[in-house]
């Protein structure tokens, strides 16, 4: 009888299994899909995973490879779990060996066995604990993580020493030597803590409702959309759901986008939950990651909380599977394998057999849409729990009020009000930076990136010139480089010139700024919001960093500064990012007993979208956007497949997709719409010209039946061969 042959998802960027023979050492028989080996390929070992076993091969016996070893005792993922990745695989089109990639922690990826080496925690000895504080007397850096480890009789592990201390390693070993402290290895997952007399709220009505519509469903797939705006209670119902589940002996997977999985979520869940919960953050080291995801695989974490690529965790019972803020958009990778984890999460729900919760104060228009169609069934939490109201929306004309450094007189003035009555305001600003660009007065040069389509950003407090782009960083120069002016000027205003202009406004009030460069630093994030928190902080400034997961009961004023650019995008969901992104910002406001007040600055006052906004709710207005998109027949009236291309040599990309194009069109499928291809909106970036070519259909099915024959056949292009390629299906963004 020949030997079977095994079908490898290998570490590469074809679309194809490779094929192998068992490795020598094993009867074929006892190694089956879900098992990772590792084979020769090319002039390395790598580790892949076997999708299948067959007793057929086409590659002749001489070239045939042998497999070097079986890495795992048994399948790392359920046959379902399986089944999901393989679906990815044919629904992105991706190359199976990078999608099996994305679904393993890094260590694994490497060959390790999979099994938790236990993590290390640190913790006073009894020594330790019988020292008078401030000892040793010579060494405070000994003294101070001495005293910071009796403060933790479980002790602390190097990932969390190394959140709060700088260097800690050497004061740590001498404290070791005197036998102060003490380690031990345990597991990654905290132990629980929940406090079973802890207060829960009475829920409402409509909480109820919702929790006994998913409880009633009983088991099965079922899509739910919990619609409510910020502070109905959503996360108060998604513990009520998942409280059922874990009674039944089942587990729960919580999908939440990068910015919301915040320390305050994660306590509320351990406060809820008497059971371990395994956290998946882009912050865990590879040991801390590897353990939390075996946990979740055998079952010992019944409570799995992730970003994106958690929604790959291959989970012993799961029983429910919660997607919170389903419509941000950093659920969606926006490079290699660029997967949504919220449809990964839709599609791994059916193939599990239960209940989906997708939740948002502001859903997509693709949800919406489902549940209009009734896929998805509606649960609508109308009010705000307790007893908080509605923020009050208004414009501001800016063209009959004029601004200082983008701030109005009348939001000056009701900034000074709230102030003066004891409340907090809040000025959100999307852009970084102090301006967005320096401008020459004597000839008009502007501080353009020599490597992208874009300005670089002025930073005056750093004094430079940055790229959000290409990541460029110069130092500011002195004089224009064209024509060697010194009357250099900023144009356009970022968080820092708000921050500049308020504290000159304000000079006594508290202010911080939160954006992705003041909070750079690890825990700089946490000092931030304890000034906010601690009443210190007065005014803050942020980005769309301020719009997720933080919850500031104290604000009273939302200010919105420079909306207007998600007015006129040619990016037919623009106008839906900016909707979700005000109301979402302005349910900051006014969180506790407090009346909010919203406002927003505005060129454009009697744009629908912006009246809209203040004269109805979210539903209304997203309505309105689900009809405009009928009849343009955007998504999700049509399904998109965007082939973008970049290389350094200019006519590359256009050359590679012009071919890409004729073989598509050579399919003769009706019903998909081939553009041409163009540049994209942002031509040059990072020191390449990029291109893209659209498809579109109204068929999913049809569109796929033209991506399966056509993406492997685009591997075979010499003209392929001079540019970077990749597909992205249902794009999140066009450029
Ligand atoms: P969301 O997730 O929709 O923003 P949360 O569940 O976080 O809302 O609830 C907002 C606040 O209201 C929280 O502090 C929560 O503890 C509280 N809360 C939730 N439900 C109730 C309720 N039924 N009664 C009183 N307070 C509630
Ligand atoms: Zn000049
Ligand atoms: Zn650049």
Redesign the pocket.
């Known amino acids: 009888m020949p030997e079977p042959v095994f079908r490898i998802a290998v570490p590469s960027p074809l679309r194809r299994l490779f094929d192998y023979l068992p490795p020598g050492a094993v009867a074929g028989g006892t190694i089956t899909p879900g098992q990772r080996v590792r084979v020769p390929f090319g002039k390395r070992q790598v580790v892949g995973v076997l999708v299948e076993v067959v007793d057929h091969t086409d590659i002749p016996a001489e070239r045939l490879k042998r497999a070097t070893e079986c890495l795992d005792r048994e399948p790392l993922w359920s046959e379902t779990e399986r089944r999901l990745l393989d679906w990815a695989v044919d629904y992105y089109h991706h190359p199976p060996g990078e999608v099996y990639q994305t679904a393993l922690p890094v260590l694994l990826r490497q060959g390790r066995v999979a099994r938790a080496a236990g993590i290390q925690r640190y913790r006073a000895s009894e020594a330790g604990l019988a020292q008078a504080k401030g000892e040793p007397r010579r060494a405070p850096r000994q003294a101070v993580l001495l005293d910071r480890l009796r403060s933790e009789p479980e002790g602390l592990t190097a990932g969390a020493l190394a959140t709060e201390f700088v260097t800690w390693r050497p004061a740590l070993a001498r404290l070791q030597e005197r036998g102060w402290v003490e380690s031990l290895e345990g597991s990654c997952l905290p132990a629980p803590q929940a406090d079973p007399e802890g207060e829960r ?4 009505p409509p ?1 109820e409702a919702a929790i006994a519509a998913v409880a009633d469903h009983g088991v099965g797939f079922g899509a739910f959309l919990v619609d ?1 705006v ?7 119902v998604y513990l009520g759901m998942i409280e059922r589940v874990l009674a039944a002996g089942r587990q729960a997977l919580v999908l939440v986008p990068e910015i919301g999985l915040t320390p305050q979520l994660i306590e509320r869940f351990r406060r809820r939950f008497p059971v371990p919960i395994a956290v998946l953050h882009s912050g865990l080291s590879d040991g801390e990651r590897l353990c939390a995801w075996l946990a979740a695989r055998d079952g010992s974490a019944p409570v799995v909380i992730g970003t994106r690529s958690a929604v790959f965790t291959p989970m012993a019972d799961l029983g429910i599977i919660v997607v919170d803020e389903e419509h941000d958009p950093s659920f969606k990778q926006q490079d290699g394998f660029r997967y949504s984890g919220r449809d990964v999460a839709v599609m791994r729900a059916r193939l599990s057999d239960v209940p989906v919760v997708l939740g948002s ?1 502001t859903p997509s228009v693709e949800t919406l849409h489902n549940a209009q169609l009734g896929r998805y069934r509606p649960l609508v ?1 109308p009010e705000r ?2 007893t908080a109201l509605h923020p009050d929306l208004h414009l501001i004309d800016i063209r009959h009020n004029p601004l200082t450094d983008g701030l109005s007189e009348p939001l000056l003035k009701a900034a000074e009000r709230h102030i003066a009555a004891g409340g907090q305001v809040l000025i959100f600003l999307n852009r970084r930076g102090y301006s967005p660009t320096l401008f020459c007065r004597g000839c008009r040069w502007q501080s353009s990136c020599e490597r992208c389509d874009a300005r670089m950003v002025y930073y005056a407090g750093a004094r430079r010139l940055r790229c959000h782009h290409c990541g460029a960083d110069r130092r500011l120069p002195t004089e224009c480089p064209e024509c060697a002016s010194a009357d250099l000027a900023p144009v356009g205003q970022g968080t820092e010139r708000v921050e500049e202009s308020l504290r000159g406004r304000f000079p006594e009030v508290g202010l911080v700024r939160i954006d992705r460069d003041s909070t750079r630093r690890k825990g700089a994030m946490g000092d931030l919001l304890d000034e906010v928190r601690g009443g210190r902080a007065r005014i803050l400034v942020g980005t769309q960093m301020l719009a997720k997961g933080h919850h500031f009961p104290e604000v009273t004023l939302v200010g919105i500064v420079g909306a207007d650019q998600g007015l006129f995008s040619a990016d037919f969901r623009a106008a839906e990012r900016m909707a979700q992104l005000i109301i979402q910002v302005a349910g900051r406001a006014g969180r506790a007993e407090r009346l909010g007040e919203v406002l927003i600055q505005t060129e454009f006052p009697e744009h629908p979208l912006l009246s809209g906004l203040v004269e109805h709710d979210y539903g209304h207005l997203a309505r309105g956007l689900l009809d405009e998109r009928r009849e343009t027949g955007w998504p999700p009236f049509s399904h998109l497949a965007l082939l973008r291309a970049e290389a350094v040599d200019r006519d590359a990309p256009l050359a590679f997709l012009e071919e890409a194009r004729r073989l598509a069109v050579g399919y003769g499928l009706p019903g998909v719409e081939i553009w041409d291809p163009v540049p994209a909106p942002m031509e040059k970036r990072a020191g390449r010209v990029r291109a893209q070519l659209l498809l579109q259909s109204d068929q999913r099915s049809t569109l796929h039946r033209l991506l399966a024959g056509w993406t492997p056949q685009l591997e075979g292009l010499k003209t392929g061969r001079r540019v970077r390629w990749s597909l992205d299906v249902d794009p999140g963004e066009m450029f």
């Open positions: 709220p009475l829920l409402n909480q409510g910020t502070g109905s209670g959503k996360t108060e104060a939490l729990a307790g």
